[in-house]
């Protein structure tokens, strides 16, 4: 039997996990998620994949937010059943100043490339990820650039990032 609910699957995760799992937040079906302990991330994504009833087949978005006044990145995945045609979000948050996280590339293979993105704008580490690097800036760019306190060099190996705007006002 499916468990579709948002607040079920909530209650799914704390019965079997505990205080690793945060408060439901959110209220439609479409956001609605908990937070999860760093360390029990792969184990909790493990179960929501595996367990009966619940089939979170498919990672459709990994991504990560950053809060400087929280001094926290978060790490937010967004999971779909498609069995049950079901969504639920899990969120992790890391300090900012060294985020790392354990990856679920083991999980879904989708993760690979996503926390390769993740790690590339926003500096988090995936621990244990098969092949951690940079996927959109070059390997020897400085900084991360969805960081919210980034500052763009005024160039890079001798080219000028700045650019006339395209608007004509």
């Not at 809060?67 to 990145?73: L, Q």
């Not at 060294?98 to 690979?112: R, T």
């Not at 951690?132 to 760019?141: A, F, V």
Request: with cysteine; charged share 25%; net charge negative.
């Amino acid at each position: 039997m499916a468990v579709s609910d948002p607040a079920a699957v909530h209650a799914v995760l704390r019965s079997h996990f505990g205080d690793a799992i945060g408060d439901l937040a959110g209220t439609r079906p479409d956001n609605a998620g908990t937070t999860v302990a760093p360390s029990a991330i792969v184990e909790v994504c493990r179960f929501l994949k595996t367990e009966t009833g619940l089939a979170f087949d498919c990672l459709s978005n990994l991504s990560g937010v950053d809060y400087p006044k929280r001094n926290i990145i978060e790490v937010v995945y967004h999971l779909y059943s498609y069995r049950y045609r079901h969504l639920f979000v899990l969120k992790v948050e890391a300090p900012r100043d060294n985020p790392a996280v354990s990856s679920v590339a083991g999980v879904w293979s989708a993760a690979e490339w996503q926390e390769r993105e993740v790690f590339d704008l926003l500096g988090v580490t995936f621990e244990g990820h098969p092949d951690l690097r940079r996927i959109l800036m070059p390997e020897d760019w400085p900084g991360h650039p969805l960081r919210k306190d980034f500052v763009e060099p005024e160039e890079y190996h001798g080219i000028s990032t700045s650019r006339e705007s395209l608007l004509k006002t």
